[in-house]
């Protein structure tokens, strides 16, 4: 997560997220996306706000089961700012630390 924060990019999103039985609901959005749709979700997001932040808070983990709450700050290409915080939870990858 931290490395994502510093360093926004659809891969690093893709790799927060098992590729096999994780999705991503965020708020606003219809229904999960599935693990094959993230990256170009993400994609989208970088290329629609400008300055994208992405700070983690506070993160545990039980087993492979993570609580992160995240801080995102990000100026939208129409104008104005937006921050959000948000409890994220998901199954550590081993390739990627809280």
Same mark, same amino acid.
């Given at each position: 997560?931290?490395?994502f924060?510093?360093?926004?990019s659809?891969?690093?999103y893709e =790799?927060? $997220?098992d590729? !096999?039985d994780?999705t991503v609901l965020?708020? #606003?959005?219809k229904?999960p996306?599935?693990?094959?749709?993230v990256?170009?979700?993400?994609a989208?997001?970088?290329?629609t706000? =400008?300055? $994208?932040?992405? !700070?983690?808070?506070?993160?545990?983990?039980? #087993?492979d089961?993570?609580?992160?709450?995240?801080?995102?700050t990000?100026?939208a290409?129409?104008?104005g700012?937006?921050e959000t915080g948000?409890?994220?939870?998901g199954r550590?990858?081993a390739?990627?630390s809280?």
């Amino acid at each position: 997560m931290a490395e994502f924060g510093r360093n926004p990019s659809p891969e690093l999103y893709e =790799q927060l $997220f098992d590729p !096999e039985d994780e999705t991503v609901l965020h708020p #606003g959005m219809k229904e999960p996306l599935p693990p094959r749709n993230v990256g170009a979700y993400m994609a989208g997001v970088l290329a629609t706000l =400008q300055n $994208f932040r992405f !700070e983690t808070i506070a993160s545990c983990a039980c #087993g492979d089961l993570v609580f992160a709450e995240a801080s995102s700050t990000a100026v939208a290409a129409a104008g104005g700012s937006r921050e959000t915080g948000r409890l994220k939870t998901g199954r550590l990858d081993a390739r990627v630390s809280p």
